[in-house]
Every structure is written in structure tokens, then in C-alpha cells.
């Protein structure tokens, strides 16, 4: 993609996040792959000349993708019998919207059940569920 970000300008959002992120020196590659991450260096290769690659160093790495889906790291946490649910482009290309919406979703679900969970596990404990402020 040329630039991150573009369905947010008939919003006007765009203008008011590019600023954040050039303000917290966040540097933006654009058109670029990743191809291997390991700790605190990525390789990268521009999706126009793929077989050149060159190494970053980052604190945190935010991938935007552009509309293809990445699901290794889905199927691998399948296979270990990890809880875990694709979301996003990871299911088909999406927007940002569609995908911060089943982002929310997702949240919602664990959410309910980590409350739900929190309740089975008080009710089989020894710990008071009420708290008595005179006592």
C-alpha cells in the first residue's frame, strides 16, 4: 500500500493520527513484508522487489497488512491447543472498520467468559462473597 491508514481521510482522522505518530517518532514503512521477526530485529522485503531484504531493529513492531491474510501463527496456536480466534483480515480481506468491530467482539466473548469463569471459581472457593464493612 502506498500510504497506512487511507480510509481514514473522508473522516478526517487521518491527518489528526499521522500527527500522533510522527510526534512519537514512529516510523512508517510502507509497501514492505515481513518475513521473519525474531525479539528485537524483523527482515523485511518491499513487495516490489521481494528477493532484496534488510533487517530493522524496534521496541514493538505493528503490522498493517494490505488486505491478505496471515494465519501461521493461527493454525501453529491450533495445533498447541491454545485458546485462540482469527479475526480480521487473518479470515478474509477486510477493512479497518469490519476488523476493529470483530476486534471488539472478540474482546466481548472473552470478556463474558473470563467473568463467567471468575464467578464458578468463587462460588467453589472458601472466600466470602460479600464484603460486610462493620466486621
Same mark, same amino acid.
Given at each position: 500500500?502506498?500510504? @497506512?491508514?487511507?480510509?481514514?481521510? +473522508?473522516? @478526517?482522522?487521518?491527518? !489528526?493520527?499521522?500527527?500522533?505518530?510522527?510526534?512519537?517518532?514512529? $516510523?512508517?514503512?510502507?509497501?514492505?513484508?515481513?518475513?521473519?521477526?525474531?525479539?528485537?530485529?524483523? $527482515?523485511?522485503?518491499?513487495?516490489?522487489?521481494?528477493?532484496?531484504?534488510?533487517?530493522?531493529?524496534?521496541?514493538?513492531?505493528?503490522?498493517?497488512?494490505?488486505?491478505?491474510?496471515?494465519?501461521?501463527?493461527?493454525?501453529?496456536?491450533?495445533?498447541?491447543?491454545?485458546?485462540?480466534?482469527?479475526?480480521?483480515?487473518?479470515?478474509? +480481506?477486510?477493512?479497518?472498520?469490519?476488523?476493529?468491530?470483530?476486534?471488539?467482539?472478540?474482546?466481548?466473548?472473552?470478556?463474558?467468559?473470563? !467473568?463467567?469463569?471468575?464467578?464458578?471459581?468463587?462460588?467453589?472457593?472458601?472466600? +466470602?462473597?460479600?464484603?460486610?464493612?462493620?466486621?
Amino acid at each position: 500500500m502506498a500510504d @497506512v491508514g487511507m480510509e481514514t481521510v +473522508p473522516e @478526517v482522522y487521518f491527518h !489528526w493520527i499521522m500527527t500522533y505518530l510522527h510526534e512519537a517518532k514512529v $516510523e512508517i514503512l510502507t509497501s514492505h513484508r515481513v518475513k521473519h521477526i525474531n525479539g528485537r530485529t524483523a $527482515e523485511i522485503a518491499n513487495v516490489y522487489e521481494p528477493a532484496g531484504t534488510r533487517r530493522i531493529d524496534a521496541d514493538l513492531f505493528v503490522m498493517a497488512t494490505a488486505r491478505s491474510s496471515e494465519t501461521e501463527i493461527y493454525h501453529l496456536l491450533r495445533q498447541r491447543s491454545a485458546s485462540v480466534e482469527a479475526i480480521g483480515c487473518a479470515v478474509a +480481506p477486510r477493512s479497518v472498520y469490519e476488523a476493529t468491530l470483530e476486534g471488539h467482539r472478540a474482546a466481548r466473548r472473552l470478556g463474558a467468559s473470563q !467473568w463467567a469463569r471468575i464467578g464458578r471459581d468463587m462460588a467453589q472457593s472458601h472466600v +466470602p462473597q460479600y464484603y460486610n464493612a462493620s466486621s
